[in-house]
C-alpha cells in the first residue's frame, strides 16, 4: 500500500511538472509568437540616465531601426549631431559599423555582444535589443501564475548568451512583457526591464516606452518609440555590409 | 532696574560720574583696541563646525599630514611655445624675488620628465605595459603608427567597444589626442626643414606629452607654486599674495596680449580674508553714514546724533575687546556682526535721545530731562536690549560652532552697546551737549504716523487685518519652495580674482576645483581604494600613491617581463624607406585621423555634442558633424600627410633615421631603471602630496567631475563617497555636514530664542495675551520674510541664521507698540508717539542689513542681509498695521478705551 501510494505521487508531480512545463512552453510561444513581425521600422529616442535618481538625461540619442524576419537589425542614429548618420548593421554572423564621417565600416567583434550597443545604446545591450525568438534562446519554466499574467524562469539553451538566467512576466492580456529580470552568476538580477507603456502600430502591440535598470551600476536608460511601421515590406537587400558604401 | 526706577537713580550717577565715566570709557576703548589686534579671521568650513566632528577631524588630519595648500598660476593667450615662454619668464621673476623665496618651497613648472621616463614602464598597469611593448619594438615612423593605429582599433572598435567612455578615458583620449598631434605636427615641420629635426622631440612628444601643463585646446598653460608656511598663518598669506599678485601685474602689462590668474586655495584664502575684512567694515560704515543722514533729518540735534554714534561705535569696539581676548576669531557668519550690531544698537540711542531731545526742547534743564528719559524710556530699551541679548545668546546652545560663536559675539555686542548707550552716551550729552538745543532746522516730524493711526483705527481696521490674512495665506504657500543651496561656491565672495581665474580653469579643464581627500595607512590600502574611486562616475581624476608605485608582485613580475623585453630588442637593423613606406606612412596618418575622429564620434553618443574631446578633435582637426563639416581646425594629420607627399626621399629618410635616433635614446631611458619604484623615487613635490612626512599615511585626493554643479550633483557625489568609505573628506562633506547640522539646529534655535522670548514677554507684560499677541506678531512677519524670500532667493548655511536673529530682533516694536497701547492710548496717539522710534528703529536695522545685502562680498552674508532687510521691513510693517489694529481690539474696545483714556488722563491731570 506505502509504495502504492508513492508511485501514485511521484506519477501525479511529473504529471504536473510536465503540464507545467507546458504551459511555460505555450506561453512564451504565443508571447513570441506576437513579438514576431516580418519587418518594424521604428524610430526611438534613449536616454540614458547615470544615476537611478537622476531627473534629467546625462545623454540622449534618437535613432531609427529598421528590423527584417530574419533578425537582422539596421539602426541609424539622427542625434545628437556628431553620430547623424552612424549606422549599426546587425546580423547572425555580427555587427557592422558605418561611420559618416571618415565613411568607413568596422566590423565590430562578437565579444561585444553584452555591452552596450557601440557604447551607445546606455543600459541595453545587442543581446537586449535582440529580436531573436525567446523560447529559442531559453528553456522555460512557469514560476509563478498571477491574477495578470505569468512569471517565467528562462535558463540559456544556446552559449552566446550571456545571461545565466532570466525571469519574464508576460501579461495575460497581450502576450507582451511588463518586466524581465537578467541574472549574471549570482541571485541578484544585474538588470531589469520594465516595460512602462504599450502601443498598438500597425495592428500589432508592441512596447512603446520601456526603461533598463543596470542595477549594477546604479544607472538606467529610457526608450520611447515614436512610432513604428510594422510589417511593410522591407528591402532585404539593405542589411548587407557592402550597402554602406553606396 | 532699580536703578533707573529710583527717577533717576542711574541718571544722578551719570550726572555725578560724568567725566570719570568718559575718562572710563576712553580706557576701555584703547584696551578693547589692544585685545581686538588678537582677532584672526577664518574662512574654512571646518572652522564652522565642532572640534570632533570626524569630517572636520578628518579633514584637519589630511592639511597637518599633507601639503596640499598651493598657488595655481593660470596663463592664458595663443601658441603653446609662447605659453610656456611666458610661464617660464613669471616663474623664474618668482623664484629669484627674495622676499618671496622664505615662503616658497617649489614651483612646479612640469612633469618630472625623468622621473616619468624612468619609471613610466614600472607604473604601467598590465594592458599598457603590453600595448608599450608593441610601440617600442621599431623606432622606425611606420611600424610605429601602425602599431599605435593597430592597438587603437582594437580597443576602441572590438574589446573596448561595449563600455561607455568615463570621464578617465575622456581625459586620457584627450591626452592621446594631444601627444598624437604634436608628433603630425612636428613631423610637418621637419619634413620642411629636415636639418632642424629634433628626433628626441618627435618621441617624447609621442610617449611622454606635453613637457609643461597645458589646458586640452593649449590655450592655457598652468604651474604651481607650493608654499613653506601653512593657511593659518595669515599675515604671511597676505603678503605672498601681495608679491605673487605684483609679479603677475607686470608680467600683464609686458605681455598685454596674455591673460594672468592665480587660483588655488592660497589666492582664495587670500580674497576671502580681504573680502571678509570689507564685510566687516564697509557695509556697517556705509550703514553708519546713511543713518547719520536720517538721524539729521529726523532728530533734534546734530550733536546728539554725532555723541549716539560715539557710543554706538564704543560699543561695538568694546564687543571686538572682549571678542579678541575670549574667541580670537572671526568666521564667516560672525564677519557679519558690525553692520548688525550698528543697525540693532542704534535702536536704544534713537529712543533715548529722541525723548532726551523732546524734553530739551521744550526748555528742561539737561540733568531733569535726563533722569525723566531714563525714566520713561529706560526700562523698555533695556528689555528689549535684553531680550535681543538673549536671543544671541540662546545660541550658545547650539552644537554648531559658528552658531555659538555667532551667538557670543551678537549677545555681547547687544550688552556693551547698550552699555555705552546708558553711561557713554549720557555722559556725553551732559559733558558736551549742555548747549545743544532743538536746532531751527527742517526736519521730518513723522505726522502721518499718526493720521495713519487715525485712519486705521476707524476706517481701515477691518481690511487691514483681511488683506494681512490674505497675504500670510499667499506668502505661507511660497514658503514649501523655499530651496536650500548646498553649493559652497554660492557662499564665499563673487568675483574674486581667484574665483574667477579658478571659474576658468574649470571651463578649460572640466575638474571641480572641490577635491575631497582619503588618508590611509599602507600603499595597498590606497590601491583598493583607488581601485574603487576610479569606477565612480562622479570622479574626473584621482591622485594616488597607487597609481605610482605597483603592488610588490606587480613590480616583480614587471622586473622579469621588462628584462626579457631588454633582450627581445636585439640589434638596431638597417631600414629602408622606399616608395611603399612614404605611402604607407601617409596612409597611417590618414588612418591615425579616422581613428580619431570615429572614436570622438563614438564618445558624442555617450558624452553629448559638446564634450571635450569632441572639441579638441575639432580643434586639431576640424569641427566633423556626421556628414557635415564645419568650421576649420589645425588639420595637423592633413599637413602632415601633404608634407610626406612633399617631401623628397632623402628628408624622408633624414628625419625617419633622427626619430628612430630619438626613439631609441628614449627607449633605453625607460628602460635603465631595474630596480622597482619606491617612495624613495618619488619626485619631492609629488611626493609631499601623496605621503606624510614619516611615509606613514598616504592621501588620495578625488577630483569630481564638472557635474557637480547642483544639489542633486552634490549629494549624489558626496553619497557616493559615503558609500566607499565614511573617512571621505573634503570641502563638498564638510558643507553637507554643516547645512545638515545648521538645519537641524536652525529649528532647535528658533525654539530656544523663542522660549526665552515668551518667558521674557511674559515676565514683562505679566499678560499671556500680550505675550501671544507679541508672539503673532512676530510669527506672521517671519511668514511674510520666508514667503518674500522664497521668491527670489535660496537659504544657505550663512542665512539659516536669519530664524532665530529675526526672532530676537522682530519682537521689540511689537513691545513698544503694545506697552502704549496698554498704558490707554488711541492710535494715533500711539503710532505718532511710539511709531516715529520704531519707525526709526526698524529704517537703521533694514539699513545695517541693507549694507549687508547691496554690499557684502560673502555672497553668503549678502543674502543674510537680505533675509533679515526683509524681516526688519515686514515686522515693521506688521506692527505698524495688523498689531496695533488687533491690540486695539483686544485691550480697548472702543467703549471700555474711551472710558479707560478719560480716567488716566484724570489721574495724570
Known amino acids: ?199 498598438v502600430w500597425d495592428g500589432v502591440a508592441m512596447p512603446a516606452l520601456m526603461e533598463m535598470q543596470n542595477l549594477e551600476k546604479k544607472s538606467r536608460t529610457v526608450l520611447t518609440i515614436s512610432d513604428a511601421k510594422v510589417n511593410t515590406p522591407v528591402d532585404d537587400g539593405k542589411f548587407t555590409a557592402a550597402r554602406f558604401y553606396r | 532696574m532699580k536703578l533707573m526706577d529710583r527717577n533717576g537713580g542711574l541718571a544722578g550717577f551719570i550726572a555725578r560720574r560724568r567725566i570719570p565715566i568718559l575718562i572710563a570709557g576712553v580706557l576701555l576703548i584703547a584696551l578693547s583696541l589692544w585685545q581686538a589686534g588678537n582677532i584672526e579671521a577664518k574662512t574654512d568650513i571646518q572652522d564652522l563646525l565642532p572640534a570632533d566632528n570626524p569630517q572636520a577631524e578628518a579633514f584637519t588630519e589630511t592639511n597637518e599630514l599633507f601639503s596640499t595648500s598651493n598657488i595655481l598660476i593660470a596663463i592664458e593667450g595663443t601658441g603653446k611655445d609662447e ?246 576669531e572671526l568666521n564667516m557668519i560672525t564677519s557679519s556682526f558690525g553692520a548688525l550690531l550698528v543697525g540693532l544698537g542704534i535702536d536704544f540711542g534713537i529712543h533715548l535721545i529722541s525723548y532726551y531731545g523732546e524734553l530739551v526742547g521744550r526748555g528742561i534743564v539737561p540733568e531733569e530731562a535726563l533722569s525723566q528719559t531714563l525714566k520713561k524710556t529706560g526700562k523698555p530699551v533695556f528689555i528689549g536690549g535684553l531680550t535681543t541679548a538673549l536671543a544671541f545668546y540662546a545660541l550658545c546652545f547650539s552644537k554648531t560652532k559658528g552658531f555659538v560663536q555667532f551667538g557670543f559675539v551678537a549677545g555681547t555686542g547687544i550688552l556693551t552697546v547698550l552699555l555705552a548707550m546708558f553711561f557713554i552716551l549720557p555722559a556725553l550729552l551732559l559733558v558736551f551737549g549742555r548747549s545743544a538745543g532743538n536746532e531751527k532746522r527742517w526736519k521730518l516730524e513723522y505726522r502721518f504716523l499718526g493720521t495713519w493711526g487715525r485712519m486705521l483705527e476707524r476706517r481701515f481696521m477691518v481690511p487691514v487685518v483681511l488683506a494681512a490674512a490674505a497675504v500670510t495665506v499667499f506668502l505661507a504657500f511660497q514658503i514649501p519652495k523655499l530651496s536650500f543651496d548646498y553649493d559652497m561656491r554660492h ?234 568609505d565614511v573617512r571621505i573628506t573634503g570641502a563638498v562633506q564638510l558643507a553637507l555636514e554643516l547645512a545638515r547640522e545648521i538645519l537641524s539646529e536652525m529649528k532647535a534655535a528658533g525654539l530656544l530664542v523663542l522660549g526665552v522670548v515668551a518667558i521674557l514677554l511674559l515676565v514683562t507684560f505679566r499678560s499671556v495675551s500680550a505675550t501671544a499677541l507679541a508672539l503673532g506678531n512676530l510669527a506672521v512677519s517671519v511668514v511674510w520674510m520666508m514667503g518674500l524670500y522664497a521668491l527670489i532667493e535660496k537659504m544657505n548655511i550663512v542665512n539659516a541664521l536669519a530664524l532665530p536673529l529675526i526672532i530676537g530682533i522682530g519682537v521689540d516694536y511689537g513691545i513698544h507698540i503694545i506697552h502704549h497701547i496698554r498704558l490707554g492710548h488711541d492710535l494715533e496717539h500711539t503710532l505718532s508717539k511710539s511709531g516715529k522710534a520704531i519707525l526709526l528703529s526698524a529704517l537703521t536695522t533694514m539699513i545695517g542689513f541693507g549694507s549687508l545685502a547691496l554690499l557684502g562680498t560673502f555672497k553668503g552674508i549678502a543674502t543674510l542681509g537680505i533675509l533679515l532687510f526683509l524681516g526688519a521691513s515686514m515686522c515693521l510693517v506688521c506692527s505698524l498695521t495688523i498689531l496695533p489694529a488687533l491690540a486695539i481690539k483686544m485691550f480697548f474696545p472702543a467703549n471700555k478705551r474711551n472710558a479707560d483714556t478719560t480716567e488716566l488722563l484724570g489721574k495724570r491731570q
Open chain 2, 491 to 724: 557662499i564665499g565672495p563673487q568675483n574674486t580674482p581667484a574665483k574667477k581665474t579658478e571659474e576658468r580653469i574649470l571651463d578649460k579643464l572640466g575638474i571641480s576645483p572641490f577635491p575631497s581627500y582619503l588618508t590611509v595607512g599602507s600603499i595597498e590600502e590606497a590601491r583598493t581604494f583607488t581601485d574603487v574611486l576610479e569606477k565612480e562616475k562622479l570622479v574626473g581624476m584621482i591622485d594616488s600613491i597607487s597609481d605610482l608605485i605597483p603592488s610588490p608582485d606587480a613590480q616583480q613580475k614587471r622586473a622579469a617581463d621588462l628584462a626579457g623585453f631588454r633582450e627581445s630588442l636585439g640589434p638596431a637593423y638597417e631600414y629602408v624607406f622606399g616608395e611603399e613606406e612614404r605611402e604607407t606612412l601617409a596612409y597611417e596618418i590618414q588612418r591615425l585621423e579616422w581613428n580619431l575622429i570615429e572614436i570622438a564620434d563614438m564618445t558624442a553618443a555617450t558624452l553629448g555634442d559638446d564634450n571635450r574631446l569632441l572639441a579638441q578633435r575639432d580643434h586639431l582637426i576640424r569641427e566633423i558633424r556626421g556628414r557635415e563639416t564645419g568650421r576649420e581646425g589645425d588639420e595637423l594629420f592633413q599637413k602632415a600627410i601633404e608634407a610626406v607627399g612633399r617631401a623628397t626621399y632623402e628628408d624622408l629618410i633624414a628625419v625617419d633615421a633622427a626619430f628612430a635616433r630619438g626613439f631609441i635614446d628614449l627607449r633605453d631611458a625607460m628602460l635603465s631603471e631595474t630596480s622597482p619604484v619606491g617612495i624613495r623615487d618619488l619626485p619631492e613635490d609629488i611626493k609631499r602630496g601623496l605621503v606624510s612626512s614619516d611615509d606613514s599615511r598616504f592621501l588620495i585626493t578625488v577630483f569630481p567631475t564638472e557635474d557637480m554643479v547642483d544639489n542633486a550633483g552634490i549629494f549624489a557625489f558626496a553619497g557616493a563617497m559615503e558609500r566607499i
Open chain 1, 1 to 199: 500500500m506505502k509504495r502504492f501510494a508513492q508511485l501514485v505521487w511521484i506519477l501525479a508531480v511529473a504529471c504536473t511538472a510536465a503540464w507545467a512545463q507546458e504551459t511555460a512552453r505555450e506561453i512564451i510561444e504565443k508571447a513570441d509568437a506576437v513579438r514576431t513581425t516580418t519587418s518594424e521600422i521604428m524610430t526611438m529616442k534613449m536616454d540614458v540616465y547615470d544615476r537611478m535618481d537622476a531627473a534629467t538625461p546625462d545623454s540622449s540619442v534618437v535613432l531609427e531601426s529598421t528590423g527584417n524576419s530574419d533578425g537582422d537589425s539596421i539602426i541609424v542614429f539622427t542625434y545628437p549631431r556628431s553620430v547623424n548618420g552612424l549606422t549599426i548593421l546587425s546580423k547572425d554572423e555580427g555587427q557592422w559599423v558605418y561611420f559618416p564621417s571618415t565613411g568607413r565600416v568596422r566590423k565590430v567583434s562578437g565579444a561585444a555582444k553584452s555591452g552596450s550597443v557601440q557604447g551607445v545604446g546606455g543600459d541595453f545591450s545587442y543581446e537586449d535589443l535582440g529580436t531573436g525568438d525567446w523560447g529559442e534562446d531559453y528553456a522555460f519554466t512557469l514560476v509563478e501564475t498571477l491574477e495578470s499574467g505569468w512569471v517565467l524562469e528562462g535558463t540559456p539553451e544556446k552559449e552566446d548568451i550571456s545571461y545565466t538566467k532570466i525571469r519574464i512576466m508576460i501579461a495575460r492580456e497581450d502576450y507582451l512583457p511588463r518586466w524581465i529580470e537578467y541574472y549574471r552568476n549570482g541571485p541578484q538580477p544585474v538588470k531589469k526591464l520594465l516595460i512602462h507603456e504599450t502601443k
Open chain 2, 83 to 328: 605659453l610656456a615662454a611666458r610661464a617660464e619668464e613669471l616663474a623664474a621673476g618668482m623664484a629669484t624675488d627674495s622676499e618671496l623665496a622664505a615662503y616658497i618651497r617649489n614651483i612646479t613648472l612640469g612633469l618630472d620628465r625623468e622621473f616619468l621616463t624612468t619609471r613610466m614602464l614600472w607604473m604601467a598597469n598590465e594592458d599598457g605595459f603590453a600595448d608599450m611593448k608593441e610601440f617600442l619594438k621599431d623606432p622606425h615612423l611606420v611600424p610605429l603608427l601602425t602599431a599605435f593605429n593597430d592597438n587603437l582599433e582594437n580597443a576602441w572598435f572590438e574589446e573596448g567597444s561595449e563600455e561607455a567612455v568615463t570621464p578617465s578615458d575622456e581625459r586620457e583620449l584627450i591626452d592621446m589626442y594631444n601627444r598624437t598631434g604634436q608628433l603630425a605636427s612636428l613631423l610637418t615641420r621637419y619634413l620642411a626643414q629636415p636639418e632642424q629635426t629634433d628626433g628626441n622631440a618627435m618621441s617624447e612628444a609621442l610617449f611622454l606629452g606635453d613637457k609643461y601643463m597645458y589646458s586640452p585646446m593649449g590655450d592655457m598653460i598652468l604651474f604651481r607654486v607650493t608654499p613653506s608656511f601653512s593657511l593659518t598663518e595669515r599675515d604671511v598669506l597676505s603678503r605672498v599674495m601681495e608679491r605673487v599678485n605684483g609679479h603677475i601685474e607686470a608680467a600683464r602689462k609686458a605681455h598685454p596680449d596674455f591673460r594672468y590668474g592665480a587660483a588655488g586655495d592660497i589666492p582664495q584664502e587670500a580674497d576671502e580674508e580681504a573680502a571678509m575684512g570689507f564685510d566687516t567694515l564697509y557695509p556697517a560704515l556705509a550703514a553708519l553714514v546713511v543713518i547719520v543722514i536720517l538721524f539729521y533729518l529726523s532728530l533734534y540735534s546734530l550733536r546728539s546724533v554725532v555723541f549716539t554714534l560715539v557710543a554706538l561705535c564704543a560699543g561695538i569696539i568694546m564687543d571686538l575687546g572682549i571678542l579678541g581676548a575670549t574667541i580670537g
